[in-house]
């Protein structure tokens, strides 16, 4: 028969102790039928053992749970955002759905945890409860029964120890859920082992491709505004260094080459349908324009009225520096006429070829693109000078004068008399003339050949300017699909010429030939409204503008990369296997979640901490 109070018939609990006063401080106020009894003290080694054992797995699980959770938001939730490729590892899933037996079991794990601090504690100071209401602590029951207690009663009812463990409970109650908040299951893609199948040049069939093609895919895409968009699953590789949610052409994928803003660098590698990491040769490059607004800001063309013409160049000047410029107008456009604009054009290049040919990949081009090796850049520059006329018949239409910005700092081929007419401006087109190299006091009029239509000039504009740099060079990197970047460049330039009858012209050139007699492609390349239709004339409602310029000839050199690299082929008829790149395959990989993982990570650490130090608080005590 059990024990019983003598005074209450209640059955008789016992707490272990060395005196009423120690349970006292654990329980408040003990009732009659409470009783304390000795503590037996036990240093039997397999007891002792036991305990150790204990106590290291207790000690383990907060400290390994916090480690996994910093782990995954390290290596899988700390992905940039900004790469629109998700790419992972095989086992990602797998990581989703420990995660989430953890958030099944971790409160009970978590609450065993705390039992064995707990335990530990109050073995050290001889008072250990047994009687198993005394767990409430752990749950949201005794919780709110203690806040009862408390604000009916006015009083503690527990022992400090109590509200500690309450406190570190509550942790993990709030940061288990919240962790599952952080994480979500995406389709991406995980490698594979297989070498995969590509569409692209490689080094030693880079020069075998006849110019025509060549040229004429460019020049046609470039008229019809065609977008230059990668092919495959279409990946431009850009440095660790560049942020690329800074550039909206590498926002989604398949990337495109920029024709707004240009990329400082950025590598063109073979592609094939999903992302493939390893070591391939490719195209290294850059390309940029900017709106220049003052002619001192330019280079070459600032010259022209210091070079001389020579006889039998291609260009059409030279300037002091050994650069050349170009002079043509509106007349020589093979695009969409339009009666109601007249232009006159200068360009200038620095990239020149020779009697071979244009400049190619034989290892004089730059390559390095530091600081250093961006002042060997070629440029380009182009200036515009514009006119509105009008119709045939008379006929007009409603016409937007303003150009802005200008550039400043120059004079203009067509001048405005005092009775009103507009008539020629003698002294622009005046320059010294040069053969073989000894230049001639004679002073030519070289723009006689290029009729202005003066009398049918309404008004004119300030000219406009820009200024291009390019760089390209050849060579191997490592690709990075994860990250969408490159590095370990190594340059690889002279690819062979087997039986082309030249090789390829460096990516630049042909953008300077295509531009050459071009001023109503402008219009159309940018995507710009198409002109109006009046009567039987063509009629545009405004100058081309500074950022129409800029957009065209950028979206030309992007052309020009796509078909140095790629052909501009989009399909995988002629695809090959790539020995050195490994493939992927479609997959579930783990992405951020909607709940910031920062959150989560601070409450596992302090309740990691807080069980850490109570477990062993209690086993040295």
Same mark, same amino acid.
């Given at each position: 028969?059990?024990?019983?109070?003598?005074?209450?018939?209640?059955?008789?609990?016992?707490?272990?102790?060395?005196?009423?006063?120690?349970?006292?401080?654990?329980?408040?106020?003990?009732?009659?039928?409470?009783?304390? @009894?000795?503590?037996?003290?036990?240093?039997?080694?397999?007891?002792?053992?036991?305990?150790?054992?204990?106590?290291?797995?207790?000690?383990?699980?907060?400290?390994?749970?916090?480690?996994?959770?910093?782990?995954?938001?390290?290596?899988?939730?700390?992905?940039?955002?900004?790469?629109?490729?998700?790419?992972?590892?095989?086992?990602?899933?797998?990581?989703?759905?420990?995660?989430?037996?953890?958030?099944?079991?971790?409160?009970?794990?978590?609450?065993?945890?705390?039992?064995?601090?707990?335990?530990?504690?109050?073995?050290?100071?001889?008072?250990?409860?047994?009687?198993?209401?005394?767990?409430?602590?752990?749950?949201?029951?005794?919780?709110?029964?203690?806040?009862?207690?408390?604000?009916?009663?006015?009083?503690?009812?527990?022992?400090?120890?109590?509200?500690?463990?309450?406190?570190?409970?509550?942790?993990?109650?709030?940061?288990?859920?919240?962790?599952?908040?952080?994480?979500?299951?995406?389709?991406?893609?995980?490698?594979?082992?297989?070498?995969?199948?590509?569409?692209?040049?490689?080094?030693?069939?880079?020069?075998?491709?006849?110019?025509?093609?060549?040229?004429?895919?460019?020049?046609?895409?470039?008229?019809?505004?065609?977008?230059?968009?990668?092919?495959?699953?279409?990946?431009?590789?850009?440095?660790?260094?560049?942020?690329?949610?800074?550039?909206?052409?590498?926002?989604?994928?398949?990337?495109?080459?920029?024709?707004?803003?240009?990329?400082?660098?950025?590598?063109?590698?073979?592609?094939?349908?999903?992302?493939?990491?390893?070591?391939?040769?490719?195209?290294?490059?850059?390309?940029?324009?900017?709106?220049? @607004?003052?002619?001192?800001?330019?280079?070459?063309?600032?010259?022209?009225?210091?070079?001389?013409?020579?006889?039998?160049?291609?260009? @059409?000047?030279?300037?002091?520096?050994?650069?050349?410029?170009?002079?043509?107008?509106?007349?020589?456009?093979?695009?969409?006429?339009?009666?109601?604009?007249?232009?006159?054009?200068?360009?200038?290049?620095?990239?020149?070829?020779?009697?071979?040919?244009?400049?190619?990949?034989?290892?004089?081009?730059?390559?390095?693109?530091?600081?250093?090796?961006?002042?060997?850049?070629?440029?380009?520059?182009?200036?515009?000078?514009?006119?509105?006329?009008?119709?045939?018949?008379?006929?007009?239409?409603?016409?937007?004068?303003?150009?802005?910005?200008?550039?400043?700092?120059?004079?203009?081929?067509?001048?405005?008399?005092?009775?009103?007419?507009?008539?020629?401006?003698?002294?622009?087109?005046?320059?010294?003339?040069?053969?073989?190299?000894?230049?001639?006091?004679?002073?030519?009029?070289?723009?006689?050949?290029?009729?202005?239509?003066?009398?049918?000039?309404?008004?004119?504009?300030?000219?406009?300017?820009?200024?291009?740099?390019?760089?390209?060079?050849?060579?191997?990197?490592?690709?990075?699909?994860?990250?969408?970047?490159?590095?370990?460049?190594?340059?690889?330039?002279?690819?062979?010429?087997?039986?082309?009858?030249?090789?390829?012209?460096?990516?630049?050139?042909?953008?300077?030939?295509?531009?050459?007699?071009?001023?109503?492609?402008?219009?159309?390349?940018?995507?710009?409204?198409?002109?109006?239709?009046?009567?039987?004339?063509?009629?545009?409602?405004?100058?081309?503008?500074?950022?129409?310029?800029?957009?065209?000839?950028?979206?030309?050199?992007?052309?020009?990369?796509?078909?140095?690299?790629?052909?501009?082929?989009?399909?995988?008829?002629?695809?090959?296997?790539?020995?050195?790149?490994?493939?992927?395959?479609?997959?579930?990989?783990?992405?951020?979640?909607?709940?910031?993982?920062?959150?989560?990570?601070?409450?596992?650490?302090?309740?990691?901490?807080?069980?850490?130090?109570?477990?062993?608080?209690?086993?040295?005590?």
């Amino acid at each position: 028969m059990s024990q019983q109070d003598t005074q209450s018939g209640l059955p008789l609990l016992h707490i272990q102790g060395t005196s009423y006063s120690n349970a006292h401080d654990g329980l408040g106020k003990l009732p009659g039928h409470v009783k304390v @009894d000795p503590v037996k003290s036990s240093t039997h080694p397999l007891e002792r053992l036991t305990r150790l054992f204990s106590t290291i797995i207790q000690l383990l699980f907060p400290i390994a749970l916090t480690a996994y959770f910093i782990c995954i938001w390290r290596f899988f939730l700390s992905r940039d955002s900004d790469n629109p490729v998700k790419y992972g590892i095989p086992y990602e899933i797998w990581i989703f759905y420990s995660w989430f037996l953890i958030g099944v079991f971790g409160l009970g794990w978590s609450k065993f945890s705390l039992i064995g601090a707990e335990n530990a504690v109050q073995a050290s100071s001889k008072a250990v409860i047994v009687t198993p209401s005394e767990r409430s602590w752990s749950s949201l029951g005794g919780w709110m029964k203690a806040l009862k207690r408390g604000i009916l009663h006015n009083e503690l009812p527990y022992h400090s120890l109590w509200y500690f463990l309450t406190a570190v409970s509550i942790l993990m109650y709030v940061a288990l859920p919240l962790s599952g908040l952080c994480l979500e299951l995406s389709d991406g893609y995980v490698p594979l082992s297989t070498a995969p199948n590509v569409l692209g040049h490689k080094w030693d069939t880079f020069n075998e491709r006849q110019s025509v093609w060549y040229d004429t895919g460019v020049e046609k895409g470039w008229q019809i505004g065609s977008p230059a968009t990668v092919p495959g699953f279409g990946l431009i590789y850009t440095p660790p260094y560049i942020q690329r949610g800074e550039y909206s052409t590498l926002e989604d994928v398949p990337n495109s080459l920029a024709w707004e803003s240009g990329i400082p660098e950025m590598f063109l590698a073979p592609q094939a349908m999903s992302p493939v990491s390893g070591d391939a040769w490719g195209v290294r490059a850059s390309y940029n324009c900017s709106i220049l @607004d003052d002619i001192s800001e330019f280079t070459i063309l600032n010259q022209t009225r210091s070079s001389v013409l020579r006889i039998g160049s291609r260009g @059409d000047y030279e300037t002091p520096s050994g650069d050349e410029i170009y002079l043509f107008n509106s007349d020589a456009s093979s695009g969409t006429y339009a009666y109601n604009l007249w232009a006159d054009i200068e360009m200038g290049v620095s990239m020149i070829g020779d009697q071979y040919g244009p400049p190619s990949y034989n290892g004089s081009e730059p390559s390095s693109f530091d600081p250093d090796g961006a002042k060997k850049a070629e440029v380009l520059e182009l200036l515009i000078w514009q006119a509105q006329t009008s119709g045939s018949y008379d006929t007009e239409a409603a016409f937007n004068s303003s150009v802005e910005p200008t550039v400043q700092g120059l004079g203009h081929p067509i001048m405005k008399a005092s009775n009103g007419s507009f008539i020629r401006n003698e002294t622009f087109y005046k320059v010294q003339v040069s053969n073989r190299g000894n230049i001639s006091t004679e002073v030519a009029d070289y723009k006689e050949k290029y009729s202005i239509p003066y009398d049918r000039i309404l008004s004119t504009a300030k000219p406009i300017g820009i200024q291009c740099r390019v760089m390209s060079t050849l060579g191997t990197a490592r690709l990075n699909p994860r990250t969408s970047t490159f590095d370990s460049f190594k340059e690889l330039s002279n690819p062979p010429i087997i039986t082309a009858e030249s090789p390829m012209p460096r990516l630049g050139f042909l953008t300077q030939e295509t531009l050459q007699g071009s001023y109503f492609e402008l219009f159309r390349a940018a995507n710009a409204p198409p002109p109006l239709t009046v009567s039987n004339s063509y009629m545009y409602q405004n100058f081309v503008q500074p950022q129409v310029l800029k957009k065209s000839v950028m979206l030309l050199y992007a052309l020009e990369g796509l078909q140095l690299m790629y052909d501009g082929v989009y399909g995988f008829e002629g695809t090959w296997d790539h020995p050195n790149l490994t493939s992927s395959s479609p997959g579930k990989i783990l992405t951020a979640g909607v709940i910031p993982p920062i959150g989560p990570v601070v409450l596992f650490v302090v309740w990691a901490i807080s069980c850490t130090m109570l477990r062993v608080v209690g086993f040295f005590l």
